[in-house]
């Protein structure tokens, strides 16, 4: 056999078996050819011609505080520079303001959401400082690094005269850090009519496409309590607290579905010579999987109701926030994870699959939209006062948005 022949049969061979692989490498190929684009090129020499500006205008926008449900001076600071382009601009009744750019009307509608609301109390100065290439400001980064980059978005692809087959929808959405009911609102009132929902929160080199379920408990051993000298058992509370501890932590967590599950607070009496007569410690469970949730609260529930009664004491227990996981069957699969795959390669970011996340992305998938979440720029010390980020790699994060967002809507 020549050796054109081996290399032929080989060839014929991997592509075979390989199918799934093939349809990958199309999106790569896809994706790498419109980067080469003169439309995405022209958009990359502008981002790099407005560095200043984006920084400033970066700037501005943070130093205009948002706490959750206050919104609204953001807003119409936000509305007022999104007014010079061509958009149509209208609120929800969730405050959300939505700006959309039109395509040909042939292609997938793209939601890009960032939110508006920081964490940060009603009134607070807020004065950015740069230095060694980071800007320091509450908020900077989660989320104002975001709503930057859409801005400078929608700019370089108007600069490169970029149309696409489908609407690009740019979403600055209200109170995601307090129950996200800005995207909840917004993706229960336009469930079906939208194709793929990317959330920028956080992240930069990466990206998710779950939600993880978050449950916050507080659970409390209440018994009579009493002296230190006292002769009664039942013993401090602690004692059953101790134990119950010692036993959640011997139950089995699993990595796959992503599950986590920590115990970082407790409490009892407030003083040395008392019997604790209420000890309470925190549950923090986490999963992709609603029914792991469900089977590890069962768990803690026995263990706690043994340990009680053991002690002869009763348990309460309080719940402190629960949300629920939000997983889209076949979204791993799904074109828009193919595309932010390829997209994140050909960006240089690799591997760019991440664990699960918790922002305005689950509210979507809940509601069966297909949604990733992302983010455009590296940051550190989020809901901090100390909070800051990289200057430089938000560039790059606003390139990787615009090639986003022209390989999901389709270039025209
Ligand atoms: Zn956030």
Known sequence: MSLLKIVLIFFFYVTASQHAFSQTTSYADQVRSLQESTGIKTANEYIDKTRDQILREWIAITE??????????????????????????????????????????AGPVTVFDAHMDTVFQPGLKIKATVRDGRVYAPGIGDDTRNIEALLATIRALDAASIKTKGDLIFLFTTDEEAGMTGAKQYTSDNKGKVDYYIALDGGYEGFTYAGIGINWYRHHFVGPGGHTRSRTPPYSATLPLARAISRIYELN?????????????????????????????????????????????????????????????VVKTEIISKSPSAVLPGNRD??????????????????????????????????GISSISTGAGPCSDSHALTENCEIEPLYKGIKKLVLLSVALAGLE
Not at 86 to 104: C, E, M, P, V, W
Not at 262 to 278: H, Q, R, Y
Not at 341 to 348: K, L, S, T
């Open 64 to 105: 205009i505080n948002a706490p959750s449900k206050q919104e609204q001076e953001r807003a119409k600071y936000l509305e007022g520079l999104l007014r010079k382009y061509k958009l149509d601009i209208r609120y929800d009744s969730a405050g959300n303001l939505i700006a959309t750019r039109k395509g040909t009307g």
């Open 253 to 313: 967590v699993p990595s796959n579905p992503s599950s986590n599950l920590n115990i970082g607070m407790l409490g009892g009496s407030e003083v040395v010579n008392a019997k604790a007569s209420d000890a309470w410690f925190t549950v923090d469970l986490r999963s992709t999987d609603n029914t792991v949730i469900t089977d590890l609260e069962k768990k803690i529930a026995d263990i706690l109701q043994e340990e009680a009664r053991r002690a002869g004491m």
């Open 334 to 367: 799904s074109r828009l994870v193919k595309i932010a795959e390829a997209v994140h390669r050909a960006m240089g970011f690799d591997p760019p699959i991440g664990n699960a996340g918790s922002n305005n992305s689950s509210a979507a998938l809940l509601q």
